[in-house]
């Protein structure tokens, strides 16, 4: 399978919080994504890295891409129980993205 | 408001059966995507169009048909020969560039058999 993979599959914080969700990829990429996902609906686009960047910030957001490694992380700061909700990364391969198998995020009040 | 709208929302498909989802964009994208996820799982390309008038297999696309006449549509039909169809099913759109852009996706359609 091309899929990526990240871990945790799933984890549970307290609001306030920070949570840092892995994702490793199998080809070499022009960019990575990640993505998020509430429970029954599509997925949001929340961060592009490209593969000349190291790190990348938005709002409480924090991308980083390391591709000697094949592997990123995303760090949600401060985390709020609106966070909660399924992330996925996903890698470019040509014409197509390929999708990692998520990390479940569930923050408790 | 721009964006991605599937329907139906939920189908049941019957043995035997064909279905068909639909998938329309008002984002002026010229690339369009099908996914099909499983519970707990990633998101895996069924089909994937670049351009009107033609389309490519993803990694799954055995037992799905794809078509795209025009630049706003590219519905999904799930025939009979896809044995295991009961999933949740997402479109998306992007717009071209050199690297792959961003993706934009509609709410999904959930399929179940009867």
């Known amino acids: 399978s091309q899929q990526g993979e990240e871990d945790p599959q799933a984890l549970s914080i307290q609001e306030g919080e920070n949570a840092t969700m892995n994702c490793s990829y199998k080809t070499s990429i022009n960019n990575l994504q990640w993505y998020r996902q509430n429970s029954g609906r599509g997925l949001v686009h929340l961060i592009l890295i490209r593969s000349n960047e190291r790190e990348k910030h938005s709002g409480r957001l924090r991308v980083t891409l390391d591709t000697s490694k094949k592997s990123s992380s995303l760090l949600i700061t401060a985390s709020r129980a609106a966070d909660t909700a399924s992330y996925f990364c996903a890698s470019d391969n040509t014409d197509k993205l390929i999708f990692g198998t998520g990390t479940r995020l569930q923050v408790f009040p | 408001d721009g964006g991605i709208t599937q329907s139906p929302k939920y189908l049941f498909r019957k043995e035997g059966q064909n279905v068909t989802l639909s998938c329309e964009q008002n984002?002026?994208?010229?690339?369009m995507y099908w996914y099909r996820q499983d519970p707990g799982q990633g998101l895996r390309l069924i089909y994937y169009?670049?351009?009107?008038?033609?389309?490519q297999k993803g990694d799954i696309a055995e037992g799905y048909s794809v078509s795209r006449e025009k630049k706003e549509s590219f519905p999904l039909t799930v025939t009979s020969a896809q044995k295991n169809p009961t999933a949740f099913y997402l479109c998306?759109?992007?717009?071209?560039?050199?690297?792959?852009?961003?993706?934009?996706f509609g709410d999904g359609t959930r399929l179940s058999i009867l």
């Open positions: 169009s670049q351009i009107v008038n033609d389309f």
């Open positions: 998306a759109s992007s717009a071209p560039g050199t690297a792959n852009q961003p993706q934009h």
């Open positions: 984002l002026n994208h010229d690339a």
